[in-house]
């Protein structure tokens, strides 16, 4: 694929295919994405189209094979997966080959396949399924350059030194020039250009033209021409028997080059990708019942127990056994500072140890991993498409048919109106409108941009797992923010403890913290720890209840306890005068007042405080620098929160809200105005779902992530800043690209037509259309590039 005119075509193709859905193609990453339809079928109706679907090559050792049957069994198993293409097994050898369409299947997905029939599979080894695409373009610029030079020389070097001219013609003659032209640019076009024939021509045939369908016609034309006043000039007019091959040849040799460069520029694009994968180690120090071994990725199972020597990448996540030491988790949550790591502790996959050993249990594997998945967030974001891409995909679906009815009119007005030689000037006219309006650019302008965003989100610690998030989050003007774990740390500590009169501290602390040690609340926890502390023993506990944005309750010896919010207490008809004064003086120093009741009479009020993270107010603070309004949802006690809002410097609090009550704050605030949130927890999800986009703190729940537009893998709400400067620089990136692309085209048809000859005599060479043409991606892409330094500190 070359242009935007290809992606549609490829995307009509592909949806044809019986049993498809709708296709997505991008134009930058080379990929399709279509659900449905057999593999087969899909690649051989790319085929038909003119197009290569890439595929993966993977060799699997297969034992437990003995007998021609099993090669039926293990091959029928393979080809039975969606995205195989063709799985060929060596019974001799103990092999089995695999091709399938490229990222559709993994390693375990194959091992399973063959696993599920009874034999056992390893990874044996794996090809390079996506080498680098500059190469075999580097080579044909190269030999194409060879081949024209003599012929540009040859011809267009006589304009600047007459004496070359006059010694070739007195040598050769201009004949044998010809015929040596002729013969240089035939080999060119066949040998380096002939991929344009080739695609171009499908193009045509399925009536869906292309950038290659335009430089095929436009080359095709000049040589044919020149060909004609070659070897049968008696068929042109005097006036018009000269020669163009030097055109074809150099419009084909800039072309080339620019691709060269667009595919250098591709590849630089998606490093993000790269970078993420070369993080994966691919071998791993595996416990066995007699020491140790080393063993591939691809064949580690949750439950083993693998050794992490001094230096060495984390090899799948896991939880540490035994040892001590710091890890550089910088690949994931962007942050530079070693974290410390000892029993107990989970580690990630891809991440670097330190000077210290652990021995750590394999708890998720393959695909399983944060790595993977963040690879594949990635990876997906980079594919995804735009609504402004749709857009731009109408507008070159009739472009291309538009050019070509341009090209065909101006030889008509050249050739009705033109001076002599006509036919001369209607060739060059015609050649430099096909040209020059190939859309190239166009094709590029938006997804190169957003594979390169995603990719600088993603080394920022930021995951947009829906693509156009990207899109949607520059566009917010509003900022709706949870409190507990959101804005700070989310592991509060009791602070302070109130009794009614009468009442021991440490029975009422103990039987509190048993009742919350059934809690995940931050709030429960703090309480439990801080009895952990004392060292209390905690008594026995029956009937316990939670009750959702407002506590607990529970039976202890008989005796009803209500744990909870003042809300709460309201509810049940339980006074609190008697502590309130303290409770309230609490909540105005920003600590979080509980109370516990037995038996409907209040014994006890407690303050928890939970500090704000360190990189909040920073965040915040830039936040407001970018125009955002500040508003914060919480379920905490409303001075409590006012007060943490003011420290904080937010325009607006909306405290004391039920889990349920944030999708209805949000639904008011998306009433004035683009609503983004953030948010950590299962009470967050709802809202997360509801906003215009959600973006969820990485260290929160999975339910929370799932929920969310957006995914901070950190947990620093700095994220949050790095992610819409992102999502606002690559828009503006993407504005930029489409100005130039179409700009370009706008500015330079009518140059290529020929409207300025009348009144100045200048007509567009179809040499300096292909090199404009060229510079056009070039310029497009490398602005694209300059994403890789967005955003700020994450």
Not at 331 to 340: F, H, I, R, S
Not at 369 to 389: E, H, K, M, S, W
Not at 441 to 459: N, Y
Not at 668 to 685: C, H, P, S
């Amino acid at each position: 694929m070359s242009c935007a005119a290809c992606v549609g075509r490829v995307e009509r193709v592909l949806s044809a295919v019986d049993g498809a859905g709708q296709a997505r193609v991008n134009l930058a990453a080379g990929r399709a994405s279509v659900k449905g339809g057999a593999a087969t079928d899909l690649a051989a109706a790319l085929s038909r189209a003119g197009f290569t679907a890439r595929e993966d090559h993977l060799r699997l050792s297969v034992t437990g094979m003995d007998c021609a049957s099993c090669i039926g069994r293990v091959e029928a198993a393979l080809t039975a997966l969606p995205g195989v293409t063709e799985a060929r097994v060596n019974l001799a050898a103990g092999t089995a080959d695999v091709r399938f369409l490229a990222g559709s299947l993994t390693v375990n997905t194959l091992i399973s396949a063959i696993s599920g029939i009874g034999y056992v599979a390893n990874l044996q080894e794996k090809s390079a399924s996506t080498p680098d695409a500059s190469l075999p373009l580097r080579r044909d610029f190269w030999l194409a350059a060879l081949l024209a030079l003599p012929v540009f020389l040859s011809e267009m070097g006589g304009h600047v030194v007459p004496a070359l001219h006059h010694g070739l013609h007195g040598v050769i003659g201009q004949q044998g020039l010809w015929i040596l032209q002729f013969l240089l640019t035939t080999l060119l076009l066949i040998g380096p250009g002939r991929q344009f024939f080739i695609r171009g021509w499908a193009a045509l045939r399925h009536a869906a033209p292309d950038m290659n369908a335009l430089v095929m016609i436009g080359t095709g034309a000049a040589w044919i021409y020149s060909s004609i006043a070659t070897f049968a000039p008696a068929l042109l007019p005097a006036a018009s028997r000269a020669v163009y091959f030097e055109s074809a040849a150099v419009i084909v040799t800039l072309i080339l080059l620019g691709r060269w460069m667009e595919a250098r520029a591709k590849g630089q694009s998606g490093a993000a990708i790269a970078r993420l994968v070369g993080l994966q180690p691919r071998q791993a120090l595996v416990e066995t019942d007699g020491g140790t071994e080393e063993r591939p990725i691809a064949a580690l199972h949750p439950g083993d127990i693998l050794h992490l020597r001094p230096g060495e990448r984390v090899a799948v996540d896991g939880a540490v056994i035994d040892g001590n030491s710091w890890l550089d988790e910088a690949m994931l949550t962007g942050e530079p500072q070693p974290v410390a790591k000892g029993p107990g502790d989970a580690v990630t996959g891809g991440t670097v140890n330190g000077t210290g050993a652990l021995r750590y249990r394999a708890m998720r594997v393959g695909q399983d991993t944060v790595l993977a998945q963040i690879i594949r967030l990635v990876a997906d974001a980079q594919g995804a498409r735009l609504p402004v891409q749709d857009l731009v995909n109408r507008i070159t679906g009739w472009f291309v048919p538009a050019v070509l009815a341009v090209a065909l009119a101006t030889v008509g007005l050249w050739l009705l109106f033109g001076p002599e030689p006509r036919l001369t000037h209607a060739l060059v006219a015609g050649v430099a409108v096909l040209i020059v309006a190939c859309p190239c650019a166009m094709g590029l302008a938006v997804p190169v941009s957003i594979m390169v965003g995603t990719g600088r989100a993603a080394e920022l610690g930021v995951l947009f797992r829906r693509g156009d998030a990207l899109q949607a989050l520059q566009g917010i003007g509003i900022l709706a923010l949870d409190k507990t774990g959101t804005l700070t740390a989310g592991q509060p500590e009791l602070t302070d403890i109130a009794l009614a009169g009468g009442e021991d501290e440490p029975a009422i602390l103990a039987a509190i913290a048993a009742i919350e040690a059934r809690s995940e609340h931050p709030l429960a926890r703090a309480i439990c720890r801080a009895a952990n502390a004392r060292g209390l023993d905690l008594p026995a506990v029956t009937a316990f209840t939670a009750l959702p944005g407002h506590g607990v309750s529970a039976e202890i010896a008989g005796a009803r306890w209500i744990i909870g919010a003042d809300r709460l207490m309201r509810a049940e008809g339980v006074e609190t005068a008697p502590l309130s004064d303290r409770a309230d003086g609490w909540a105005a120093e920003g600590r979080s007042p509980v109370y516990a009741a037995r038996d409907g009479r209040i014994v006890a009020a407690l303050a928890v405080a939970d500090p704000v993270k360190p990189g909040t107010p920073e965040a915040l603070a830039r936040l407001r620098a970018l125009g955002l309004r500040l508003v914060m949802v919480t379920g905490d006690n409303r001075a409590a929160a006012a007060a943490i809002a003011a420290r904080l410097g937010l325009d607006e609090v909306r405290a004391e809200i039920l889990p349920e009550g944030k999708v209805a704050v949000l639904a008011e605030l998306m009433q004035q105005g683009r609503t983004g949130f953030v948010g950590d927890g299962i009470n967050d999800a709802p809202a997360l779902a509801r906003a215009d986009v959600g973006i969820a703190i990485g260290t929160g729940t999975d339910v929370a992530m799932e929920s969310a537009d957006v995914v901070l893998v950190s947990g620093d709400l700095r994220g949050v800043v790095a992610a819409l400067e992102i999502s606002r620089a690559t828009m503006r990136n993407i504005r930029q690209n489409l100005f130039w692309a179409f700009g370009y085209n706008i500015a330079l048809i009518p140059v290529a037509v020929g409207l300025f000859y009348p009144a100045f005599g200048m007509q567009l060479s179809p040499m300096l259309a292909a090199g404009a043409m060229a510079a056009s991606s070039l310029l497009v892409l490398g602005n694209a590039l300059r994403l890789r330094f967005a955003g700020g500190r994450a």
